[in-house]
């Protein structure tokens, strides 16, 4: 049984990709949005037409929480949904509750964890448009760097003789890797 369902999500995540593929190559050619910012009204309506059915929606779901956001798969779908490249940092939604989170990944995985499979990304208040410059646009003045005007921190000495960074590398590369708490067989009902 636990075959035929991981065999049926395998599937669904086929076809997925097939539907991002086949709108990514028909929405091209219209459009030329900046890439990593969210969808307009029109383009959530063709990524939510993906996500018809909440069984489609919580295969996506089971597939981030099973493989992570840098699974191949949710990463070009979570690229489709930002016109090809996933935001590094912090994004706004149109949750009124919950407007800001630290990273697209987080926001995927709140919307999964909450069943808001339809919550989506809009544009920051503060967000400032960043365009590329031409080449034969002539550069403004170099800003000189406030870092640089800084001093530099000194690194403090431990007794054996390296530096409190050294140890602390030293230390994280001795820690064990967390296990994962799953719930048994016997304790997970399926719903047939």
């Known amino acids: 049984m636990a075959r035929g369902n991981t ?29 990593g910012s969210p969808l307009n009204e029109q ?6 037409s993906l996500l018809i059915s909440e069984s489609s ?8 929480y099973l493989h992570g ?11 489709y949904e930002n016109h090809g490249v996933t935001p590094a ?3 706004c939604t149109n949750l009124e509750s919950f407007s800001h989170f630290d990273s697209f990944c987080d926001f995927a995985k709140f919307r999964c964890a909450h069943r808001l499979f339809f919550a989506k990304r809009i544009p920051c208040e503060d967000d400032k448009v960043t365009t590329t410059q031409a080449s034969d646009a002539t550069p403004k003045q170099e800003v000189i760097s406030v870092t640089s005007s800084l001093p530099t921190e000194t690194p403090k000495i431990t007794e054996n003789g390296s530096s409190e960074k050294e140890e602390r590398k030293l230390h994280s590369a001795e820690q064990k ?3 994962a708490m799953y719930k048994s067989d016997e304790s997970v009902k399926v719903n047939a």
């Open 7 to 35: 065999f049926r999500c395998f599937l669904q995540a086929i076809f997925m990709l097939f539907i991002i593929l086949l709108l990514s190559i028909t929405t091209c050619a219209f459009s030329t949005p900046l890439p």
């Open 177 to 179: 890797p967390m296990k």
């Open 57 to 64: 929606a919580e295969t996506l779901c089971t597939l981030r």
């Open 69 to 79: 956001c840098g699974d191949r798969t949710i990463r070009r779908f979570d690229a």
């Open 89 to 91: 940092g912090p994004i």
């Open 43 to 48: 383009e959530y309506e063709k990524f939510f």
